[in-house]
């Protein structure tokens, strides 16, 4: 019995009957080649994914770290005498695409294949790496297009720079690579995950970013625009090419209302940003764990040395503005000081990153956090997280794609889906204010999965709050 003819009875059964699948029948889409266009393919977070897929079908790793191959939801079944349920794993509850179903492509500004570039990202061994080597050799690697002016610490000389007269123009060349690779890949769906540098701040002007017509009227008269960074071209490519998109950086990709509208015209779904991968993963647990001892905190002070490329680029000033913002976001979001003054009213909170070429992608990250109990008396937390940052993303980079591919495969809504704010530091959301406590975010994925899945839903997330 194979593990899809185990689904019988109960809700699942239930809701594929609706569907119009035979109970048992595999989903069409799992067949499906699934493909995922990287921007930055050649990075440590990219290559770390691709290499990651390629081993673990391989049988040699396990998908550790995600939550479509890992994670259960609750089943509830009737049954005689009483109702009682099982926990069913994720990836059997809804028609995902398979892992082996993945091809992988994209865009990077530096021209070695990506086995080369994850050698040099220097995270995964050289055994490991020596077993898909020819498969990383194979990703199709497409020109990046780049403005020097929002990653000045990078000089690639793999660009599309001479080859486009105005933003449109290039957004056509991104365009045909979309579509050239759809085609020699034979993939049925494509997303787009964007884990390329992150870009230098982006001021916000109303004449480009609040409409379509004047973001499109820019791409036109413009060869570059200070308001238009290369991510935003890319995202509007993959969303007038009906392209998934997600945004693992801090950069604005398709964070202005104009390319919202344009992805809600088209059915697009759309997610970001900023990968919550490590020290803000941390803190959006533990905020909300102090808060629910209505413990009160003076001062959150985190720090970390990083040594790899996306540490390079953050050591000038303008791009780190874009991460500290997505960075420092998270605690008023969690802590609500407008409602509990006395406890978060006078909260001083930091954040630095700082450029460590020893420690490459092994990430050294440090938090002090002075909180106080009864009576106002001072405790202090320490946290010290070793980690390694594109361990920690790989896996949410194939859970974003396989959850946005689903999510516009069956609902073809489009739009932000502010249900994967789980994944990210500074979550997109349509209107009103983000959700950054890890918890009700966490009940946001489920309970969307469960509906996803035809599954009844079990609570109202944000009544955790
Ligand atoms: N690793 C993590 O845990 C984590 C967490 C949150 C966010 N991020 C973000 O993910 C991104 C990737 O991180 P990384 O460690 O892989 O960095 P990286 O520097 O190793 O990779 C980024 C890649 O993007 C390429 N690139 C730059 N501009 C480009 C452009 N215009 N078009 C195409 N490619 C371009 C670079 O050449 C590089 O190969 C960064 O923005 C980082 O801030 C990473």
């Known amino acids: 019995m194979g593990r899809w003819e185990e689904r019988s009875g109960g809700e699942v059964a239930r809701h594929e009957e609706q569907r119009g699948r035979r109970e048992g029948e595999r989903p069409a889409a799992e067949k499906e080649k699934l493909g995922v266009l990287l921007v930055g393919a050649g990075g440590a977070v990219a290559s770390t994914f691709m290499a990651g897929v390629e081993l673990i079908r391989r049988g040699l790793g396990e998908p550790v770290g995600s939550i479509s191959q890992l994670g259960r939801l609750w089943v509830e079944e009737q049954k005689e005498g009483g109702s009682g349920g ?7 509850l809804l028609p995902l695409a398979g892992m082996d179903k993945l091809v992988f492509g ?23 790496l020596g077993v898909v080597r020819d498969a990383l050799r194979e990703v199709e690697l497409y020109r990046g297009v780049f403005d020097g002016r929002f990653v000045s610490a990078l ?30 890949s034979g993939a049925k769906s494509l997303v787009m995950i964007n884990c390329a540098s992150t870009e230098a701040y982006v001021e916000g002007d109303e004449g ?11 791409l036109r008269e413009r060869k570059s625009h200070p308001a238009i960074a ?25 964070d202005a209302p104009a390319l919202i509208e344009l992805a809600e015209q088209r059915g697009v779904a759309l997610c970001g940003k900023d990968f919550k991968s490590g020290q803000t993963f941390l803190k959006s647990a533990l905020a909300p764990a102090i808060k629910a001892r209505m413990l009160g905190m003076e001062g959150w002070f985190s720090t970390n040395i990083l040594g790899n490329r996306d540490g390079l680029v953050l050591e000038e000033p303008q791009n780190f503005k874009s991460k500290e913002i997505t960075k420092r976001s998270v605690l ?12 978060y009213g006078d909260l001083y909170h930091r954040v630095e990153i700082n450029y460590y070429p020893p420690r490459g992608d092994a990430k050294e990250g440090w938090d002090n956090i002075d909180i106080f109990g009864w009576l106002g008396y001072p405790m ?21 794609a ?9 609902e073809g809504r489009g739009g932000v889906q502010s249900w994967l704010s789980f994944y990210f530091k500074s979550p997109m959301v349509r209107e009103g204010a983000a959700e950054h406590d890890l918890f009700v975010q966490l009940l946001m994925l489920r309970e969307k999965l469960r509906a996803l899945a035809g599954l009844e839903p079990l609570c109202e997330p944000r009544a955790l709050r």
């Open 402 to 410: 396989l959850f946005l591919e689903l999510v516009q495969r069956e």
């Open 230 to 254: 290369p991510s935003m071209l890319y995202a509007y490519a993959a969303i007038q090419e009906g392209v998934p998109y997600a945004n693992g950086t801090p950069s604005v990709g398709a």
């Open 86 to 92: 099982s926990s069913r794993p994720i990836k059997e």
């Open 155 to 184: 000089r690639g000389d793999y660009t599309k720079e001479g080859e486009y007269g105005s933003l449109e123009e290039a957004v056509s060349l991104i365009r045909e690579d979309i579509r050239s690779f759809r085609r020699k």
């Open 106 to 128: 994209g865009w990077d500004i530096f021209g070695e294949d990506c086995y080369e570039a994850a050698v040099g990202a220097g995270v995964l061994s050289k055994e490991h």
């Open 380 to 400: 202090q937390i320490k946290v010290n997280l070793l980690a390694r940052d594109s361990i920690l993303a790989a896996p949410m980079v194939l859970d974003l």
């Open 208 to 218: 480009v970013h609040a409409s379509l017509e004047g973001f499109e009227r820019a």
């Open 332 to 343: 008023d979001a969690i802590l609500e000081p407008e409602l509990y003054c006395g406890l």
